[in-house]
């Protein structure tokens, strides 16, 4: 049976953290299975026309939260979608609820490699207070028994690009599905 009969048109939702490749990998991952891409922060991003950063610093970041939940509330409600979920999605209990609809991955990336891809990046509103490393160190953290709840954990390396990410989650996938194949 084929890997797209065999999900059953579950959604399957990328966490991890900022820098981690969900976009990236999620519209790969859609476009080799078939299903459609959806990635909760552009979503968020169109319908308040204007970037994360500025609803960040005009709203607040309980306020995107809020956000970022009702967007996961009415995404969770379609099916056959590879979902890039912002990196704090998993903060909210409530959110949980919403991902358990399909299945969850965790592009675990390490701290070192996450410094690497976002040395440059002046977007992210979370990361312009402190040094970088020691941010990231700090959100990654308080995040990472969270995002271990995820139903498939994928580990990356620097050496991984977008292409092996999405092979290996393609290979992994059938492993957490019923029936089990060998893997």
Request: net charge negative; proline share 5%.
């Amino acid at each position: 049976m084929k890997l797209q009969e065999r999900l059953g048109g579950a959604n399957i939702y990328l966490v991890g953290m900022m820098g981690a490749g969900k976009t990236t990998t999620g519209r790969l991952l859609a476009q080799r299975l078939g299903y459609s891409f959806v990635d909760t922060d552009a979503v968020i991003t169109a319908f308040r026309q204007r970037p994360i950063r500025e609803i960040f610093a005009q709203e607040g970041e309980p306020a995107f939260r809020e956000l970022e939940q009702q967007v996961l509330a009415q995404v969770s409600s379609y099916h056959h979608l590879v979902v890039a979920t912002g990196g704090g999605i998993v903060l909210n209990p409530m959110n949980w609820s919403y991902l358990h609809h399909g299945i969850v991955v965790w592009l675990h990336v390490p701290l070192a490699v996450l410094c690497q891809r976002l040395r440059q990046d002046r977007e992210r509103p979370l990361l312009q207070e402190q040094p970088l490393e020691e941010r990231l160190g700090e959100l990654l953290q308080a995040r990472q028994h969270l995002y271990a709840q995820a139903d498939l954990e994928l580990r990356i390396t620097l050496e991984d690009t977008p292409e092996t990410v999405c092979d290996r989650l393609l290979e992994t996938l059938p492993c957490i599905l019923k029936p089990m194949e060998p893997c």
